[in-house]
């Protein structure tokens, strides 16, 4: 079965920092996902990446896919308390599929 | 503000019990699903709806009972639950099943005594 590893675990920057945070899968990515969850609620979906190279930006956060590298990354360009929250990728099995497989999550905190 | 609605927020209840949680979506999606998440941990699948019929269990124990009503609401009845159900339930929809993204609910808070 697919897995997918997320690193770090956790992360705290200082705020207007950047940051990276990595999702490598254990089998070829054919959707890649990430959302945002903060403490208790629920999922917040942040971008869909589907094509080897792609790259996606929406306000400060870019995610790419390296499809080669079995890898995508989320880097969030002068970071706000705001952005503060866990970070999980997601990816489906290729041909598409009801079942979202998740990683772990990363947990970014921003200090003012 | 989320598109997919649960309710209650917050639930708690005693082993003996008999609850639902209810989730209702109005854009128009065909496929609904129901995840567990424990503290920590990245959610875990435990049902999907396509077109209002079950199409993925995944050995989810029968003291949970899902049900799908119409194209908007999907229900989740609970009971004779044990402590260790104790965890947030996530409600989410996509336009058709295996097809993203899927889109999350608030999750209701799940306690059990």
């Known amino acids: 079965s697919q897995e997918l590893e997320q690193s770090p675990q956790s992360l705290i920057v200082q705020e207007g920092k950047n940051l990276t945070i990595n999702c490598t899968s254990s089998k070829t990515l054919y959707g890649l996902y990430w959302y945002k969850q903060k403490y208790g609620e629920g999922l917040i979906f942040l971008m869909m990446l589907q094509k080897g190279g792609e790259e996606k930006s929406h306000e400060k956060i870019t995610a790419k896919l390296d499809e080669k590298k079995q890898q995508s990354s989320l880097h969030i360009t002068a970071s706000q308390p705001s952005h503060a929250g866990i970070y999980l990728c997601g990816a489906d099995k290729p041909g598409g599929s009801e079942k979202l497989v998740f990683g772990k999550g990363t947990k970014l905190t921003v200090n003012p | 503000d989320t598109e997919v609605t649960q309710t209650p927020k917050h639930l708690v209840m005693g082993m003996t019990n008999k609850k639902s949680l209810k989730c209702e979506q109005h854009?128009?999606?065909?496929?609904m699903y129901w995840y567990k998440q424990k503290a920590k941990k990245p959610p875990e699948l435990m049902f999907v709806?396509?077109?209002?019929?079950?199409?993925i269990n995944e050995s989810v124990p029968s003291r949970f009972s899902p049900e799908c009503p119409n194209s908007s609401l999907l229900n989740l009845h609970l009971h004779a639950l044990q402590p260790e159900d104790s965890a947030l339930y996530l409600c989410?929809?996509?336009?058709?099943?295996?097809?993203?993204?899927?889109?999350f609910g608030d999750g209701t808070r799940l306690s059990i005594l």
């Open positions: 709806y396509s077109y209002e019929k079950l199409s």
């Open positions: 989410a929809s996509s336009q058709e099943a295996g097809t993203q993204p899927q889109h």
């Open positions: 854009m128009g999606h065909r496929a």
